[in-house]
């Protein structure tokens, strides 16, 4: 991929094992890093957000290009580019702001060139070989006929433009049926301009249409790479569009509570799919396949920025400036707080490898990649990240693309050699913290101590906050005379201050032992019957009052001791003991 004379020396820098590049990398730092310099351009007037970039083989040829639904400098001047290598290749204007875009093949027949769908508006914009080839239109919402009356009495001059505006303000505030985009423009003029705008749509007919929000795409009955994939539309009406690849014909309608923002799927349409949806309400809805309503919600503490699947979890980038890992059915694994604002996110996944990570495009100009929560590579940019795009351009496999929020381009390719390895970045939890307990099963003793503990429940938190002093006083006195002795009981790792071992026993011990008492065991909670009788008998010393069955083997090693010695035993974790 060539590079223009004019190309800015390397603006950005790349940040691995915590070292960042500078703009003129010397060959130590350069030959560490993972990524190559292709094209850098910060005067590339390109602005969009991840949604609107798409990577694809338009002409069949091999050749990949770059699809970007540009909103124009001050979002007023809305283009379709496309881009071969660093050049734009074609430039189109759109009638609305872009919302999405997306390649998809429509058909099996030969030649297999994707289709390219951009979502703007109401319609969905189809090219095939860079020529519009179809558009689709949402279909149009019923009305409200005492609006719809209105409007006909205008247009008739039955009521005068300052009786419709107060009529349809009544509507606004207690009908159902929201007003259309006529009306709400109607209601926003001031009154020397109403009778000129009732004069222009007299002709013309009041529609009630919603527009296009979110869009992605679901393979039809294959998961290959290759295969026949359908649209699917996230509307401002709530409801969520599958259409057909051929005849764009609605295959299947869906509604949620919010309206979505982002959209992930899995699966194949004819078989079985899973479809999250995350919403304006701060919720991501589960759909799965034949069902109108959601099935599972994820309820968010903050609103969602991106949305992206790894595997099988969903990860989720909230405002709050973290990254949250979630199950199908909403369980949370892990959570991961950001340096700075996340403003894009996507989805990074190098094939050859077979390594899934998530991109998130920080507001301080890093780019962040994690598996999971580990932190496996951060790149510097020199202004923030707007949208993230990774896959194959031109002819490489591992293409990283990236805007600006003033409009730069930036290309990256991955090296060949580049081995993404946990912790090459900033170091993140410490691996202790993620060690589970050994908590042994409940046994017959411990529904018998929680029974206890019940009755007894103050005496106890009385006696646990006495040990939990002494403990205090132990630890504080043992510190003194580490420090005393020089024995450096300072950690080595700023990480990890502190190390504890926790040993889980099901066995409890008595706080107190009467010597006038025959028998004691760990798991004896009462005194014996009868004081211990001495050497002189031939029994054993056995705990009658102990609610806790004795096992098979311990009786035998109490019949076993009775006979070989005229001792008193106890018996303590299946242990024979003298008294």
Not at 364 to 386: F, M, Q, S, W
Request: aromatic content about 6%.
């Amino acid at each position: 991929m060539t590079t223009p004379a004019k190309m800015a020396a390397a603006a950005s820098s790349d940040c691995d094992g915590g070292r960042a590049e500078s703009s003129a990398p010397s060959a130590g730092t350069e030959a560490s890093s993972k990524w190559l310099d292709a094209h850098d351009d910060p005067t590339a007037n390109i602005h969009t957000f991840s949604a609107c970039l798409a990577l694809a083989d338009l002409h069949g040829d091999g050749e990949y290009k770059l699809v970007v639904g540009d909103l124009g400098p001050g979002a007023r001047q809305p283009r379709l580019k496309v881009l071969k290598g660093p050049a734009v290749l074609t430039e189109s204007p759109l009638p609305a702001l872009p919302a999405a875009a997306a390649t998809f093949l429509m058909e099996q027949h030969e030649p297999r060139a994707p289709a390219l769908a951009l979502a703007s508006g109401p319609c969905v914009y189809v090219y095939k070989n860079l020529r519009p080839y179809f558009k689709f239109s949402l279909p149009p919402l019923p009305l409200n006929p005492v609006e719809q009356d209105l409007w006909s009495q205008a247009k008739e001059d039955q009521i005068d433009p300052l009786t419709l505006k107060e009529m349809l303000e009544g509507i606004r505030e207690k009908a159902e049926v929201p007003l259309s985009v006529q009306s709400l423009r109607f209601l926003q003029l001031e009154l020397s301009e109403m009778e000129a705008f009732v004069n222009q749509h007299k002709s013309k007919s009041i529609k009630r249409q919603t527009v296009i929000t979110t869009m992605t795409t679901l393979k039809k009955n294959l998961a290959d790479e290759d295969a026949v994939s359908c649209l699917v539309l996230g509307t401002e009406n709530k409801e969520l569009l599958v259409l057909d690849p051929e005849a764009f014909t609605v295959l299947a309608k869906m509604n949620l509570p919010s309206v979505p923002v982002f959209l992930e799927v899995s699966g194949q349409f004819d078989v079985e799919f899973r479809l999250a949806a995350a919403c304006r309400d701060g919720n991501i809805y589960i759909l799965r396949r034949d069902s109108k309503r959601p099935r599972y919600c994820i309820e968010l503490s903050a609103q969602p920025v991106g949305l992206v699947r790894v595997h099988k979890v969903f990860v989720v980038g909230t405002t709050q400036d973290s990254l949250n890992g979630f199950t199908h059915k909403g369980k949370r694994l892990w959570t991961v707080q950001m340096p700075a604002a996340i403003l894009t996110m996507n989805l990074l996944e190098q094939r050859s490898r077979g390594l899934q990570a998530v991109m998130a495009g920080l507001a301080n100009g890093e780019v962040r990649i994690y598996r999971d929560k580990a932190l496996l590579n951060v790149i510097r940019a020199p202004d923030a990240v707007t949208s993230l795009c990774f896959g194959r351009y031109g002819r490489e496999d591992n293409t990283l693309i990236m805007t600006t929020r003033g409009g730069g381009l930036i290309i990256k390719i991955l090296k060949r050699t580049a081995v993404f390895v946990e912790g090459a970045g900033e170091a993140g939890p410490p691996p202790a913290q993620a060690t589970k307990l050994s908590v042994p099963r409940k046994t017959r003793l411990y529904v018998d101590q929680t029974l206890r503990e019940r009755e007894a429940g103050t005496a106890m938190h009385r006696a646990f906050q006495t040990d939990l002093y002494l403990l205090r006083l132990r630890a504080a006195r043992a510190y003194v005379q580490a420090l005393e002795s020089s024995l450096s009981p300072v950690s080595a790792t700023a990480r990890e201050p502190l190390k504890l071992l926790a040993v889980v026993s099901t066995h409890r011990t008595p706080r107190q032992r009467d010597p006038s008492w025959g028998c004691w065991s760990a798991s004896c909670t009462t005194r014996c019957s009868t004081p211990c009788p001495g050497p002189s008998s031939r029994s054993p010393c056995w705990c009658q009052g102990s609610a806790i069955p004795w096992r098979p083997s311990w009786r035998a090693s109490v019949a076993r001791a009775s006979q070989t010695s005229s001792r008193c035993w106890c018996f303590e974790k299946a242990r024979a003991r003298r008294c």
